[in-house]
């Protein structure tokens, strides 16, 4: 059994291909019984973001997990294949190390995937499909991002998705306090997006869900108002910037609506900020002129230039992480040992019964304490030593020297005395 990880991530795969592989988080805990059912695949994680796809499998045959993800999302693997990125052992626990530290996000340093990868590890969990090896492994994970974040300076200065938004609607806008601001969902990244864009006192800022009693905390906390989301269409002309982060599987704002709002609004401009996989809102909506859309790539390219700051904290993270894999990896290979050890602390723990059992009869019986006491130590002793002296006289030629060196070692033994 062997840890093994697999995905696609915005280093090896456009957001086109990203989200035809993305999981709906609902559906999340049946796609890893669908994974683990018949299939050489015992333990298993997946971790679902904007910017990655990503399992992580406790398996014998790490190519069950390749074919079923195609299968599962009803692909050809000479669709994705050319996107997929395989992690054996070794690797596969060094890549979760980086990813936990934000060693592997578009925002090098960002937490937020930190807390992505303990829902996965708890979804994980209440699906039945984390054992021991890959519960051990998050919990290894987790520290680990921890000691990163808490000794270098990898989050010094972070530059968040929601940051480089803010960041792009003032290319647009010289003053955010001139502009109406409309959130489309009520997750993570859009309450993030409104505490950033709220520093800049934008005008108005509303929050539209499906579910408004799940919005209006976030409307509250910010000082703005609540919209259902089926509301969006007739009043989308009255926001200047657009933010829209939701999961559903189609795209939430169509080119013809946002034609009619633009119409309505005599063209003046929009900024369109999509940060969801799927997409929210329809590609061909980037092609009107009035119109700046910008998708998660578009923002990875912005705050590029600002992770120059965080560059040197790399190689003091990846020594560290070096270090966190070696002795994982060292805590795998004692288990192989665990039976081994079980069974010789059951064959001593026998023997010593069995002396113990003896001497107390010999008591009973009022033989003198002081040679029962010194019975028992022989017999126990002559019954620890017997295997290693009997395999010591039964080996020949080069077996018994190999056999010698290894009870020296194991007795601390030194033949020259």
Known sequence: MQVFALGINHHTAPLDIREQVAFDPAQLAQALHDLVRGRPV???????????TELYCATTEPAAAIHWLAEYH????????????????????????????????????????????KQAA???????????????????????AKEV?????????????????????????????????????????IELCAAHFSGGKPKRLTIANRTPERARPIAERFGGDVLRLDEVAERLADYDIVVSCTASALPILGLGMVERALKARRHRPMVMVDLAVPRDIEAEVGQLDDVFLYTLDDLGQIVESGQESRQAAIVDAEEIITHRVDDFLHWMESRETVPIIRALRDTADRARRHELEHALKLLQRGDDP???????????????????????????????????????????LNSEK
């Open 370 to 412: 002081v040679q029962v006491l010194d019975a028992l130590s022989k017999g126990l002793t002559n019954k620890l030593l017997h295997p290693p002296t009997q395999a010591l006289n039964l080996a020949e030629g080069a077996e018994r020297n190999e056999v010698a060196q290894v009870i020296a070692r194991i007795w601390h």
């Open 74 to 117: 009803a692909l050809s693997a000479r669709r994705i294949d050319p996107y997929l990125y395989q992690h054996p052992q070794k690797d596969a626990v060094r890549h979760m190390f980086r990813v936990a530290s934000g060693l592997d996000s578009m925002v090098l340093g960002e937490p937020q995937i930190l807390g992505q990868m």
């Open 42 to 52: 015992r333990e298993a994680a997946i971790l679902s973001t904007c910017n990655r």
């Open 122 to 144: 708890r979804v994980a969990e209440e699906a039945g499909t984390l054992g021991t090896l890959l519960n051990k492994l998050f919990q290894r994970t987790f520290a680990v």
């Open 149 to 189: 974040r808490s000794t270098t300076a990898i989050g010094a200065n972070i530059v968040s998705m929601a940051a480089a938004a803010v960041h792009l609607s003032e290319r647009i806008f010289e003053r955010l306090a001139d502009q109406s601001v409309l959130f489309i969902g009520a997750g993570e990244m």
